[in-house]
């Protein structure tokens, strides 16, 4: 079965300090990897993938096959991250029935 | 361009009421999906579809009932509300064959209150 955990339910930091978010995965076959963030009282919206190897907003994200993982990083947190993030992994029919974990919430002290 | 489009924004029922939130989008996208999200428990999906006339059941369908009809619209009925189902629902929908695109687009959400 698809399975997402992300064992950080909430995560507080102060400004400047680093952050990662973890995430583990179970899932059949090579999935695509994503993270979807939601700031208070918006949509959720993607972050970044892990095929695109890109920095979004500082964030990175590096995936780890041999150990199920992807975790979310940034160097420096800044309070406009402070937001609920999500873990999703998907492939071929799945793209339309994405698989979350339990999401972590993330807050940035000034 | 709209995205997706989810009303209504707020809703009360009564229990045993029904109701049908709409959700609707115009990226062409095959596939649709409704979440719904409780403090938690983070996202789980209800219903999902893989293009029009085509429908499954997801992690927690009972209660609920959806159709597709077309490619841009999937509704969500809720057949006899029921406190448990107090909750705020998410329309999604992604990839398009032309564009191979698999990022997922989120409506705004739907707050549903059940008393």
């Known amino acids: 079965a698809q399975r997402v955990t992300q064992p950080e339910k909430l995560l507080s930091v102060f400004k400047g300090a680093p952050v990662e978010l973890k995430c583990n995965y179970s899932?059949?076959?090579?999935?695509?990897l994503f993270w979807y963030v939601q700031y208070s009282r918006q949509r959720l919206q993607l972050l970044l993938r892990h095929i695109s190897r890109e920095s979004i907003k500082g964030f990175t994200a590096d995936l780890n096959k041999g150990e199920t993982s992807f975790h979310l990083k940034k160097p420096f947190a800044q309070e406009e991250d402070s937001a609920m993030y999500y873990c999703a992994p998907a492939g071929g029919t799945s793209y339309g029935k994405l698989t979350f974990g339990q999401g972590t919430i993330l807050t940035v002290h000034p | 361009n709209a995205g997706v489009t989810q009303t209504p924004k707020f809703q009360v029922l009564k229990t045993g009421q029904s109701m049908t939130l709409q959700c609707a989008q115009d990226m062409n996208h095959e596939y649709m999906s409704w979440y719904r999200q409780d403090p938690g428990m983070g996202l789980r999906l209800i219903h999902y579809?893989?293009?029009?006339?085509?429908?499954d059941q997801g992690e927690v369908p009972n209660g609920y009932n959806v159709s597709r009809s077309t490619t841009e619209d999937f509704p969500l009925r809720l057949l006899l509300a029921a406190p448990s189902q107090t909750s705020v629902y998410f329309c999604?929908?992604?990839?398009?064959?032309?564009?191979?695109?698999?990022?997922?687009?989120f409506g705004q959400g739907t707050r549903l209150t059940v008393v």
């Open positions: 999604a929908s992604s990839y398009s064959r032309n564009s191979l695109n698999t990022e997922a687009f």
């Open positions: 579809s893989v293009g029009a006339g085509i429908t």
């Open positions: 899932y059949s076959g090579s999935p695509e």
